[in-house]
């Protein structure tokens, strides 16, 4: 993999283009929840149509003037967060003080970071910005914006925010109004709107869990003993995993028909990953495992007024999905996918208002043990791969892996494979040990699915599907 050092320049203050309201804005119940007193990035990575068009100092100064003006419409961005007094609340001070940019330039060319270009992306720590203690939000800039020009004229933007104020899909829409304002549009195409006050919580404290599993959504066993665990990166290692149409068709053909035609693309690669990482880490069979991911309450909201477009605070809500490792790899792929379809259809607009509740009163409404749980999110949806600065083009990108937190979440992402082909990249970090069953496993649950969908054209009886048992041992 290739190695370089960036040169980056003074960090620069950016303020707002004209002057923005002055006033106090308050954050939902799920923007005031303390895992989210974090700084994350999104990272893209573009190739000019034209090298040499822009120049470069014309480059970084028509970014550095796309997000003054994107200031004027996002203004609690070139705020700073206040805490109240006990601690528990967040609020945004409109100061309009600005946000951070920086220029660098790194002696490499795009090419170098390996066709297709996927995670673990080369030296990604020297095309972020310095933010400090990353988890450290009061009182700093909200967001940080680093442009590196490689040797080619290729560009790579990344976005740090604070995930108090935005989640995925608000850092993309972001990162849209930055690039279509750099490409010469006169606003952009998604207003933004606040209120916050719509993922507040309605109800008065209550005990009721509004359909939570206390197991695994309280953060308790059932015999009462800590769920929670922290897992080491000591050791661990990275892969990127493509999953083009074929490979997504093979899969699919693999469960029976009916489950084929509702199973979304989500739903059968979570199955596919959970059931495969499960038996690469070789669980004890009796031991509970687990795959949590996120439901975007923007497409599940049922309140009257539901979330409006343009809204982009913290709307995703987590779930999980649980099992033996025996009963996990020793079935089929159709009961891991009917497992994470399960825990999926769990988040209903019951499900929100009680984990709203939970939020209000302090509390954390899913703790999940980490060694035995994959981490998942899915921003295929968020429009990353539409971004386009006009005079580049995006060649790909998503969440950097930088930091722990990041590092041991695996996010979907959109991507072009090595024909250029669209595909759905998954990176994995497992021990190094782990990893090389991981693949093995992935492949035998490829070759299965294509066994499977022979078999089918053959005429055999749908009653049967992929089982593909994983050994454990």
């Not at 960090?11 to 303390?34: G, I, Y």
Request: aromatic residues 6%; contains cysteine; negative net charge.
């Amino acid at each position: 993999m290739v190695t370089f050092t960036a040169c980056r320049s003074k960090p620069e203050v950016v303020v707002p283009a004209r002057a923005t309201p002055r006033e106090v804005k308050s954050l939902s119940d799920v923007d005031n929840q303390p895992d989210l007193r974090v700084y994350t990035t999104i990272i893209e990575y573009f190739r000019r149509r034209v090298p040499g068009v822009p120049e470069q100092p014309a480059a970084s100064s028509i970014i550095k003037a796309a997000l003054a003006e994107t200031l004027v419409y996002y203004y609690p961005i070139a705020g700073r967060l206040l805490e109240l007094p006990g601690g528990n609340k967040l609020v945004v001070e409109c100061t309009a003080e600005g946000v951070i940019f920086v220029r660098a330039q790194a002696d490499v060319r795009l090419e170098e970071f390996g066709q297709p270009l996927v995670q673990p992306y080369p030296c990604v720590d020297e095309l972020l910005c310095e933010v400090g203690d990353v988890r450290s939000v009061v009182g700093k800039p909200l967001l940080y914006l680093q442009m590196t020009e490689f040797r080619c004229g290729g560009i790579a933007l990344a976005l740090t925010t604070c995930h108090s104020i935005v989640d995925g899909f608000g850092m993309v829409q972001i990162f849209k109004c930055i690039t279509e304002l750099a490409r010469g549009e006169a606003h952009p195409a998604v207003l933004p709107t606040w209120q916050r006050h719509l993922l507040v919580s309605s109800s008065k404290a209550t005990s009721e869990s509004g359909g939570h599993d206390s197991a695994s959504m309280v953060g308790v066993d059932n015999d009462g003993k800590p769920l929670l665990t922290q897992a080491s990166l000591e050791g661990m290692v990275t892969r990127s995993f493509l999953f083009g149409k074929r490979e997504i068709a093979a899969l699919r053909s693999g469960v029976p028909a009916r489950l084929a035609q509702s199973a979304t693309v989500f739903d059968i690669i979570t199955g596919t990953l959970w059931r495969c990482r499960t038996a690469a880490l070789e669980h004890p069979p009796d031991e509970q495992v687990c795959v949590a991911f996120v439901s975007n309450a923007r497409g599940r909201w049922k309140r009257d007024p539901p979330l409006p477009p343009g809204f982009y605070g913290n709307a995703l809500f987590s779930t999980v999905a649980e099992a033996t490792a025996g009963e996990l790899c020793g079935g089929s792929l159709a009961d891991a996918v009917e497992l994470v379809r399960k825990a999926k259809f769990r988040v209903t607009d019951e499900y929100v208002r009680s984990a709203l509740d939970i939020m209000a009163r302090g509390g954390l409404y899913m703790k999940v043990a980490l060694n035995r749980t994959l981490l998942m999110s899915d921003i295929t949806h968020c429009g990353d791969d539409s971004l386009d600065l006009g005079w580049a083009e995006r060649i790909g990108g998503g969440i950097a892996m930088a930091g722990d937190i990041n590092r041991l979440s695996s996010v979907y992402t959109c991507c072009k494979d090595a024909n250029g082909e669209d595909c759905i990249m998954v990176p994995m970090v497992l021990p190094e040990e782990a990893m090389g069953r991981f693949e093995s496993h992935i492949v035998a649950a490829l070759q299965e699915a294509r066994c499977w969908t022979e078999e089918r054209q053959f005429g055999s009886d749908d009653k049967h599907h992929v089982c593909c048992q994983l050994s454990l041992a």
